[in-house]
């Protein structure tokens, strides 16, 4: 059964950089489109930021777009979130996810992806 995990989360201090990586557990794994979602203690899980795998569309949540991108390494299958200028209100857990099959409606929810990973912690210390 195919797994994403993802990687690169930890502390950092406001104002800083992180990358966050997902990766497939398998290296043929194509997918039609990854996102990013997080969720802080207490919140319900939110929308970061997703790509479109072919045409390379992203889109992002207004509060981090200009501060957070989204690229891809077709050559190790793998999706990243790069995270500068972190405040302390991005503190949370970040979910990569994906849909495997062609879709056409909205990246930006939850229920677009079929498959998720654990997760992985960012903390942004002030």
């Known amino acids: 059964q195919i797994q994403l995990k993802e990687s690169g989360g930890g502390l950092v201090q406001a104002g800083g950089s992180l990358r966050l990586s997902c990766a497939a557990s398998?290296?043929?794994?194509?997918?039609?489109?990854s996102g990013w979602f997080r969720q802080a203690p207490g919140k319900e899980r939110e929308f970061v930021g997703s790509?479109?795998?072919?045409?390379?569309?992203?889109n992002y949540a207004d509060s981090v777009k200009g501060r957070f991108a989204i690229s891809r390494d077709n050559a190790k299958n793998a999706v990243y979130l790069q995270m500068n200028n972190v405040k302390s209100e991005d503190t949370a857990i970040y979910f990569c996810?994906?849909?495997?099959?062609?879709?056409?409606?909205?990246?930006?929810?939850?229920?677009?992806?079929?498959?998720w990973g654990q997760g992985t912690q960012v903390t942004v210390s002030s």
């Open positions: 398998e290296r043929s794994f194509t997918a039609y489109a």
């Open positions: 996810a994906a849909r495997r099959g062609w879709y056409s409606g909205d990246f930006s929810s939850p229920e677009s992806y079929d498959l």
């Open positions: 790509m479109t795998w072919y045409r390379g569309i992203t």
